[in-house]
């Protein structure tokens, strides 16, 4: 008997640890992969200056190594996309999170069809 509520304990602590997508997401994150079309050249320089940044107060920041881009998103109901609006052009996009970790942010961009893996800047 004893086991059965020592396991559930533990079960429930572990679920509760979890962190949600609106918490991991708060980081700031470096490109590492993309199917998008560039040459070699191109993608190089993107993985070593392509940053996102999202912040607590629903902005985030896009660009080259000084983040040019800012915008304000917002999550779906399940936490499984992301709707961004950049600030400027009001330009929207919703961008399905295939795979968030601490560590790891993979992305589908549903106006492009491209997806991009990006790894935390910790």
Request: charged content about 25%; some cysteine.
């Given at each position: 008997m004893?086991?059965?509520i ?6 429930l602590?572990?679920i509760s ?11 700031k994150w470096?490109?590492?992969?993309t ?7 191109a993608?190089?320089m993107?993985y070593?200056?392509?940053?996102m940044q ?6 985030y920041l896009v ?7 800012v ?5 779906s109901n399940d936490?499984k ?6 600030k400027n052009s009001?330009?929207?996009?919703e961008i ?5 970790t601490?560590?790891?942010l ?7 069809g491209?997806e ?5 800047i910790?």
């Amino acid at each position: 008997m004893y086991k059965k509520i020592y396991f559930v304990a533990i079960v429930l602590f572990f679920i509760s640890c979890q962190k949600s997508n609106k918490e991991l997401i708060l980081n700031k994150w470096r490109l590492v992969n993309t199917t998008l079309p560039l040459t070699d050249s191109a993608k190089n320089m993107m993985y070593n200056e392509f940053l996102m940044q999202f912040n607590e107060n629903n902005q985030y920041l896009v660009g080259f190594n000084d983040l040019k881009e800012v915008g304000t998103y917002t999550f779906s109901n399940d936490q499984k996309s992301i709707f961004i609006t950049d600030k400027n052009s009001q330009e929207k996009d919703e961008i399905v999170i295939l795979k968030l970790t601490s560590d790891t942010l993979k992305t589908r961009s549903n106006s492009k069809g491209i997806e991009s893996v990006f790894a935390a800047i910790h």
